[in-house]
């Protein structure tokens, strides 16, 4: 007599036992909808009307189905269409949503943010790659819309900053003594284009910029 282990019928168990799911396909509703017309009583069958509404429901199903496939490969298409387009951006200066600037041979950098409204104070700090406060900004009241603030390379003891890349951030308040909402811009010149999980991203000398951050173009 064979003798089957615990082990071994639990396997079979794990083998035999049918996927599950938890949602219904327009198959799975036409089957229904065949079982439903084969099981009802002969000598009372059920409303025609009832069977009509039920296979216009499975139409709409059937349809929305479609349409949601080929808005998919549509959407997938235009990605593939963005993203070959991106090539084109080398050797461009850009500028994009972003919180860094270089700095470059000694030269003045130029800062460029928009205020949503008018700002009767405006702040800007600047950190090193390291995070590290190097310079306060205060170019006092600005109106609404994009402004530009030179740093003129020198940090908080007066000194010359090293070249490379800077973070800053902008904080502006109104005369209500609110906060003003700020948009920071960076920019730099594309030496080559990379993708990664079906996005674009243009690089600079100093950062990686996602294609869709870019809001203007320069020959």
Do not use: C, H
């Not at 599950?20 to 229904?32: A, E, P, Q, R, Y």
């Not at 009832?50 to 709409?60: G, I, K, M, N, V």
């Not at 951006?89 to 205020?115: H, M, T, W």
């Amino acid at each position: 007599m064979n003798v089957v282990g615990l082990d071994q019928v639990g396997s079979q168990a794990a083998q035999t036992k049918s996927p599950t799911t938890s949602s219904m396909g327009k198959d799975d509703f036409l089957n229904l909808l065949v079982t439903q017309m084969q099981n009802q009583d002969p000598l009372n069958p059920m409303d025609s009307t009832a069977f009509t509404a039920q296979l216009a429901q499975f139409s709409s199903l059937e349809e929305l189905q479609n349409i949601n496939e080929t808005l998919g490969s549509v959407g997938n298409s235009q990605n593939i269409l963005t993203n070959s387009q991106a090539v084109d951006y080398i050797g461009k200066r850009i500028q994009a949503v972003g919180d860094r600037l270089d700095l470059a041979a000694g030269q003045p950098a130029s800062i460029e943010f928009n205020l949503d409204q008018n700002a009767a104070g405006v702040y800007v700090r600047i950190y090193n790659q390291r995070g590290e406060f190097v310079k306060d900004l205060e170019p006092g009241a600005l109106g609404a819309g994009l402004q530009s603030v030179t740093w003129d390379g020198m940090d908080y003891q007066n000194r010359q900053a090293p070249d490379g890349p800077y973070r800053y951030e902008v904080k502006a308040m109104g005369a209500d003594g609110n906060s003003v909402s700020a948009t920071s811009f960076t920019d730099g010149t594309v030496s080559g284009v990379y993708f990664k999980n079906g996005q674009a991203y243009l690089t600079t000398a100093s950062q990686e910029i996602p294609l869709g951050s870019v809001v203007q173009v320069y020959e």
